[in-house]
């Protein structure tokens, strides 16, 4: 569901049509990106490159993917499913800092929050894909969120790319036929 709302422009000429978003004061423009702009997020603190929402302010380094603009203010995800997750554009803590459940890292900006659970998902670790197929493993894997349910897969998984332990409770993706698993990281998911 896009929250886009046009405020100005399209009628005025050599002006780009502005859009303002619920988590930023000051309305942006998409302008498209390249390399040497070395610009990050301000949503999802990865990189961005080509059509971003960006600040049309001077100062204001703000900017957003496409993807983190379009995000929906509210979701219901497989891993928590006792509550829906609410977009909130910053950590709702007190150092500003959030825990992701999914892979254990710190984020800093956008986090889809559970305020009962304090429940936490950066927003790339909430819209990964189910099933991944990879080029080193014959078979597809697919992502378990916490703790294996069932089967062959309630034991310890140890990753076939690093051959590190997976924690209990960690995020992976696995593949069920050969009962090994994958870091998120490992699996090449741009992790913080
Ligand atoms: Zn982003
Ligand atoms: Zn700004
Ligand atoms: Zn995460
Ligand atoms: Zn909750
Ligand atoms: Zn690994
Ligand atoms: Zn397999």
């Not at 929402?53 to 499913?81: E, G, Q, S, W």
Request: charged share 20%; aromatic share 8%; glycine share 8%.
């Amino acid at each position: 569901m896009a929250l886009i709302m046009k405020i100005s422009g399209e009628d005025r000429q050599n002006q780009k049509p502005q859009f303002s978003h619920f988590s930023h004061r000051h309305p942006l423009e998409l302008s498209q990106l390249h390399q040497e702009d070395n610009a990050v997020c301000s949503g999802c603190e990865l990189d961005i490159l080509g059509s971003a929402y960006v600040c049309t302010k001077p100062n204001c380094t703000f900017l957003l993917h496409d993807l983190c603009f379009d995000l929906p203010r509210r979701i219901r995800h497989r891993a928590h499913p006792k509550h829906p997750l609410g977009l909130s554009s910053s950590p709702p803590y007190d150092d500003r800092e959030f825990t992701c459940d999914a892979c254990g890292h710190s984020g800093h900006a956008f986090t889809y929050h559970c305020g009962t659970c304090k429940f936490d998902l950066h927003v790339e670790c909430a819209s990964l894909p189910e099933v991944e197929n990879r080029r080193d493993h014959e078979h597809p894997l697919v992502l378990l969120c916490g703790s294996p349910e069932g089967g062959a897969a309630a034991g310890v998984f140890v990753c076939y790319v690093c051959r590190g332990l997976i924690g209990k409770g960690c995020w992976m993706y696995a593949c069920l036929t050969c009962n090994c698993g994958a870091h998120l990281e490992c699996a090449g998911i741009p992790l913080h």
